[in-house]
């Protein structure tokens, strides 16, 4: 079983940043290719951004392409969106999901809420 825990979201003014963390409870995170998802109220989940195993590749919805990037430090077991020119319409709770890239087991983090306002 592993673990995803989310955290670096607020409040922020639009044109503003956040930097999210998912930190991941395992042994062989460079196993685990992950991803970004978020979730707007009355909205389904969407894919936000995703990276691969290793760090190789990486691929963003074309709403946040050219302002957020994905990251991950395999030393740490932490992937990073980094966000930046926020807007109102990236408001929603952001969720961390790993799958293990050989058996393709499928984790979620409980998220975390990015409210942009002014």
């Known amino acids: 079983q592993v673990q995803l825990v989310e955290s670096g979201g607020g409040l922020v003014q639009p044109g503003g940043s956040l930097r999210l963390a998912c930190a991941a409870s395992?042994?062989?995170?460079?196993?685990?290719?992950i991803s970004w998802y978020r979730q707007a109220p009355g909205k389904e989940r969407e894919l936000v951004a995703a990276?691969?195993?290793?760090?190789?590749?990486?691929n963003y919805a074309d709403s946040v392409k050219g302002r957020f990037t994905i990251s991950r430090d395999n030393a740490k077991n932490t992937v990073y969106l980094q966000m930046n020119s926020l807007k109102p319409e990236d408001t929603a709770v952001y969720y961390c999901?790993?799958?293990?890239?050989?058996?393709?087991?499928?984790?979620w983090g409980k998220g975390t809420l990015v409210t942009v306002s002014s």
């Open positions: 395992t042994l062989t995170f460079s196993s685990y290719a």
């Open positions: 990276i691969t195993s290793a760090g190789g590749s990486t």
């Open positions: 999901n790993a799958v293990h890239i050989h058996y393709g087991m499928d984790y």
